[in-house]
């Protein structure tokens, strides 16, 4: 068997016992996991910081950078995050609906784990601790692999949580890293049988490589070409304050801003005042021939920065004639992330309601909530674009199957 088979098979064995393990058992395992990070903290970013170092040596860009760099902050939120997940409902047993036949024989539906879920994906070390924590509380086995730009940073987290498993008596196998170059990832791809679900979490390169080619089972993770339409009918100020957060909170993630589009009659009074407050940000705007008019600020916007994920203080921007135009566009170069409206008319917000088709779709709000913590998922495993099984950020939940449970009294069929 290669490396990858053994701890696939060492995932499956840890598997079949998390499966049957009581909410009790799994929430005192996510305590001792919090407990066991938060002590090995120093260890964690010391490992980052040379993982950062290694980083920076190779040029690597800013927004990268940030994606892999962890703070005491940082920790202390993915600490938080497997404390939260320990006062989360289980969904393990759920009944999603039930129901009795004429005859007398009663059907439930009952939520039940998926098994081994590998999780390939890019730079942030702090989906180590999400994943593992979320797959965990859902009754599955994890086998993590990150990049290997994180490689020390990845090494530290899972030591830790893989202590705090053995302190309370779970088999440490539930929680693995997959080390190595890409030839692990597509062992991972060929594993069915052994792994049951695979999530892809980075860039569209990483993306497409495991959707195209997995034989295991894959929920795509997409990109986050994230727009946001300023109706003629806006709150102005409103749209500002959101259309900073959106952009500005944090560049590199995929639920951050990414292009702007902004009605035509409201543009020339709403504009000079939205470019002030990015200009001030750091932002630099990349704009369609109408904008740079208004405002001599904005920089020339090539046609394939509207399929852009910038991940960085950068913002496509196009004026539109009407709402139909906005919808159009963004159907053109969506990703079907997150796409909001900033708007005071009831009947604008219900066709870009009712016609954008995204995973997350807001009104006067930031994308920026479009997160698994910020739902109150205790986290995420990555936010799903695609349309089966989970879409949007996925939770403990979205890591469950179902079974059917059929109980009679003797019944036979007819």
Same mark, same amino acid.
């Given at each position: ?18 499966? =049957?393990?009581? *909410? ?12 066991? /990070? ?28 940030? %994606? ?5 902050? %940082? ?42 879920? +590998? ?26 692999? +990150? ?10 987290? =899972? ?5 705090? /498993? ?23 791809? *060929?594993? *069915? ?7 892809? *979490? ?39 304050? @959101? ?13 951050? /801003? ?16 939205? @470019? ?15 904008? %740079? ?26 004026? =539109? ?9 963004? %159907? ?83």
């Amino acid at each position: 068997m290669t490396a990858v088979a053994e701890l696939a098979q060492a995932s499956r064995e840890a598997a079949r016992r998390i499966a =049957v393990v009581d *909410r009790a058992r799994k929430d005192a395992a996510l305590q001792a996991m919090a407990d066991a /990070l938060t002590q090995a903290t120093d260890e964690v970013l010391a490992a980052n910081a040379s993982d950062v170092e290694r980083a920076r040596a190779a040029g690597t860009a800013e927004a990268l950078i940030d %994606r892999l760099a962890l703070t005491p902050a %940082r920790i202390t939120g993915m600490v938080d995050g497997l404390r939260s997940l320990a006062t989360l409902p289980d969904p393990i047993g759920q009944v999603v609906r039930g129901w009795q036949l004429p005859n007398g024989v009663h059907i439930d539906q009952v939520r039940v784990p998926l098994g081994v879920i +590998g999780i390939i994906y890019e730079a942030r070390p702090n989906v180590t601790a999400d994943a593992a924590g979320i797959c965990l509380k859902s009754g599955n086995a994890s086998l993590l692999r +990150g990049s290997s730009s994180a490689v020390e940073s990845n090494r530290a987290i =899972v030591a830790a949580l893989r202590a705090g /498993l053995e302190a309370t008596g779970l088999p440490a196998d539930a929680i693995a890293l997959v080390e190595g170059g890409h030839e692990t990832t597509d062992e991972m791809m *060929r594993a *069915r049988g052994l792994i049951d679900l695979l999530i892809p *979490r980075g860039g569209a390169g990483l993306i497409n490589a495991v959707v195209s080619g997995s034989l295991v089972p894959v929920i795509e993770t997409g990109t986050g070409n994230c727009h946001l339409f300023v109706d003629e009918s806006a709150d102005q100020a409103k749209a500002i304050t @959101i259309i900073l957060n959106a952009k500005t909170q944090r560049p590199s993630v995929c639920n951050a /801003l990414e292009t702007l589009l902004v009605h035509e009659s409201v543009a020339a009074e709403f504009l000079p005042k939205a @470019i002030d407050a990015l200009t001030q940000a750091g932002v630099t705007v990349h704009g369609d021939e109408a904008s %740079r008019v208004i405002d001599g600020r904005v920089v020339p916007a090539t046609e394939d920065e509207y399929d852009a994920e910038y991940l960085s203080l950068d913002l496509a921007l196009r004026v =539109v004639p009407d709402l139909d135009t906005a919808l159009d566009h963004i %159907r053109q170069h969506t990703t079907g992330h997150s796409e909001t409206i900033v708007t005071n008319d009831v009947s604008s917000q219900r066709r870009f309601v009712a016609e954008i088709d995204a995973a997350a779709v807001l009104v006067n709000a930031s994308s920026r909530f479009v997160d698994g913590g910020e739902f109150g998922f205790g986290g995420e495993i990555g936010i799903s674009t695609q349309k089966m099984h989970a879409r949007g950020p996925m939770g403990l939940s979205e890591m469950t199957s179902t079974k059917y449970v059929i109980t009679g009294e003797g019944q036979v069929r007819a």
